[in-house]
């Protein structure tokens, strides 16, 4: 019965800190990609200035 409650409790442990890492990732890689858009839309930048 320990061996039960001791191994479903580390798949929930390790399925909650999946889910954070790939929420953090996503959360990452969206903040990446405004930060890409802003500077492609900086007419500042010397490369928007190149056709």
């Known amino acids: 019965?320990?061996?039960?409650?001791?191994t479903t409790?580390?798949?929930v442990v390790v399925s909650v800190f999946t889910h954070l890492i790939?929420?953090?990732?996503k959360?990452?890689?969206k903040k990446?990609?405004?930060?890409?858009?802003?500077e492609k839309a900086d007419?500042?930048?010397v490369e928007?200035?190149?056709?």
Do not use: H, I, S, T
Not at 1 to 6: G, K, R
Not at 32 to 38: C, D, N
Not at 48 to 51: D, E, K, Y
């Open 22 to 25: 790939v929420a953090g990732l």
């Open 48 to 51: 928007n200035w190149l056709p």
């Open 27 to 29: 959360e990452q890689d």
């Open 32 to 38: 990446a990609q405004e930060k890409r858009k802003l």
């Open 9 to 11: 409790g580390l798949v």
């Open 43 to 45: 007419p500042f930048r």
């Open 1 to 6: 019965m320990a061996f039960y409650v001791v």
